[in-house]
């Protein structure tokens, strides 16, 4: 049977807007932890904040397509996700580097030079702070506390924490993560490395 060509567009096009507002390639896990978060507020809207941060968490950043399918999962209108992601600094519309460099700027870590420390990394690294390189594979983020006042400067380094980071050890481990020996390094140990070893040597 042959379709009217009405039809034929029209299939067409509600194909076009399912691709378009497709779950992202968003996982069952988190897919599941948004229609599980959604009823739990007195209205959809309300959830918005908690679904932008289970997006982000799993895709990096909400882009567009990010925010056009949380609105039309809300019953919003994405310029309503717009201004919720572009007005909390800790929300981003593109993803942070391969490796994150993130380097404490309160006044604790500030007042031990984390401000050069900061400045060290975006001169080794090529990206200035708040950026991500050219080539995706580094991002810098001066940040607020990150809760370890007393052994500032403090820097991490995806999930790693690096206590007393200087300058000058600012300007050697931007070496070792060009060469991708960060992780590696007897010099520059975490300080989840070191609880995990100090527990492993317990057991």
Sequence with gaps: MILPLFWVVL?????????????????EETLKKIDDVIPRYPEKRSAALMVIHLIQEELGAVDLEASEWIAEKLELQPI????????????????????HVRVC??????????YATCKKFEDKLGVKEGHVSDDGKFSIEFMECLADCGEGPVVMV???????????DAEKMSDLMLKNKLL????????????????????
């Excluded at 299939?11 to 996982?27: A, D, G, K, Y």
């Excluded at 309503?80 to 490796?99: C, D, Q, S, V």
């Excluded at 700027?105 to 984390?114: F, H, K, Y």
């Excluded at 590696?184 to 057991?203: C, G, I, L, M, T």
Aim: hydrophobic letters at 35%.
């Design 11 to 27: 299939i067409l096009l509600w194909e076009n807007v399912t691709v378009r507002f497709s779950p992202m390639n968003l996982s």
């Design 158 to 168: 995806g999930d790693q924490t690096y206590e007393k980071i200087e300058e000058a």
């Design 80 to 99: 309503n996700i717009r201004e919720l992601i572009t007005f909390y600094p800790m929300l981003r519309e593109t993803a942070w580097g391969e490796t």
């Design 105 to 114: 700027r309160t006044l604790p870590c500030a007042l031990r030079g984390s």
């Design 184 to 203: 590696n390094s007897k010099k520059y140990v975490s300080y989840e490395k070191a609880v995990d070893s100090v527990q492993s040597s317990k057991s």
